[in-house]
């Protein structure tokens, strides 16, 4: 029997932007809680804290950098099963890495098969809302990135509350039910009318003549097909933003990494401390959605790489205020300010990309952005963590 098809912007497109909103927070908001686990994985492994680091630095690299790869099932089969998909292969990821012995295996685990996992639900759910909204786009994507902020603000809360009274390993396991929520709002997504392929007639095509290309021939069209390293070499504005881009991104995910670790060695309260990152995402629930409203004005459109600059400069200045106090009001100060900053990043983030470049060369060349992206990701919690070595924290690593 025939799956339903489903108008755009119809009643039930309301319900896939509430699944996509789950979809975010389960995913992008996830990786914001890892630092609470940061100490006792530690002591669990006996690990520096660059050994230690290189677990949500995986795990948030693979998120961005499976983008490629996302495309590439979706188009072959669609949002919904890569959303399911992606929702499976997380939950596997969580619940193996609750029995891991070593700190590699917990690199294997929670860091690549649950970050691939969350990079197929999140990435799917992007591409199904385009789908689903035409007129009111913008207003679907500011809405749906309010899960971030749900995310941000809550996954801390969950996770200082079991670990109290499950340790790491069982609160890993509870994570992995959790992310079987993904599955769920896969299934919610069902086939849009705008998005079916054309009948193909029936009967088999003839056979070919010409020769089947080289495995090796294939795989360079692929990259060709998904990766626009053709435009990073001709288009100096794309060239310019990207590696800018790379740039900040050494310096950008480091909070969510060591300012829980960083509260907690100064004397504040571990419940404190996590509070810290849920005040992060409960701003950000309001200023995330005002942000991606105000970037897709018209007003806006000749000044957005002006104003996503001083979004960048704010971050990066707000971590000085770490090197002045780790004074628990301090710090709450630091959230808000840090919220504003990256409310701004994340709106106009992508919105910048867009005007670099043309729209029908938008996919190859948010496939190479995410892939150079995620290379910072991958290297600044190790780096930054090596520079802290065993001492005491007494600085969080900014980027400028």
């Known amino acids: 029997m025939p799956q339903a098809l489903e108008r755009p912007e119809g009643c039930w497109a309301w319900v896939v932007l509430l699944a996509c909103l789950v979809t975010h927070g389960l995913t992008l908001g996830f990786p914001t809680c890892i630092g609470i686990f940061f100490t006792d994985l530690q002591h669990e492994f006996q690990a520096s804290n660059s050994e230690t680091s290189w677990f949500p630095s995986i795990q948030i690299a693979v998120l961005h950098a499976g983008g490629p790869l996302c495309s590439i099932l979706v188009g072959c089969f669609g949002c919904r099963p890569t959303m399911m998909l992606g929702g499976v292969l997380a ?3 969580m619940v193996a890495s609750s029995f891991c012995g070593t700190l590699g295996q917990l690199y294997v685990t929670a860091g690549f098969i649950t970050g691939l996992g969350m990079c197929f639900s999140f990435q799917a759910s992007i591409t199904v809302l385009g789908f689903y909204f035409t007129r009111r786009r913008a207003l679907a994507n500011a809405l749906a990135s309010m899960g971030v902020s749900l995310g941000i603000m809550l996954w ?6 079991l670990l109290e009274d499950l340790g790491w390993r069982g609160t890993f396991l509870i994570f992995g039910g959790v992310f079987l929520h993904c599955c769920v709002c896969g299934a919610i997504v069902r086939p849009v009318a705008t998005s079916m392929a054309p009948e193909t007639k029936e009967g088999s095509p003839p056979p070919s003549k010409t020769p089947a290309p080289s495995c090796l021939a294939a795989c360079g069209r692929a990259i060709q097909r998904h990766l626009a390293f053709d435009i990073l070499w001709h288009n100096v504005v794309y060239r310019m933003y990207t590696l800018g881009v790379m740039w900040m991104i050494v310096g950008f995910p480091l909070p969510h990494v060591f300012l829980v670790p960083y509260a907690i060695r100064h004397g504040v309260d571990e419940h404190r401390a996590a509070l810290l990152m849920s005040i992060i995402g409960f701003c950000n629930i ?6 991606g409203l105000a970037a897709g004005r018209r007003d806006f459109a000749d000044h957005r790489k002006y104003l996503f600059s001083l979004a960048a400069l704010l971050n990066g200045l707000t971590n000085l205020v770490c090197t002045v106090s780790a004074d628990f009001r301090v710090l709450v100060g630091y959230c ?3 919220s504003v900053s990256m409310s701004g990043i994340g709106a106009l983030l992508f919105q910048v990309l867009m005007d670099t470049v043309p729209m029908d060369q938008f996919s190859r060349a948010l496939g190479l952005f995410t892939i150079l992206e995620s290379i910072s990701i ?8 090596e520079a802290l070595g065993g001492r005491a924290a007494r600085v969080l690593p900014g980027h400028l």
């Open 286 to 291: 309001f200023l995330r959605p005002m942000a």
């Open 336 to 338: 808000l300010v840090y």
């Open 378 to 385: 991958l290297v600044s919690p190790p780096l930054a963590g």
């Open 91 to 93: 939950c596997l990821g």
């Open 156 to 161: 801390p809360l969950l996770s200082g509350y």
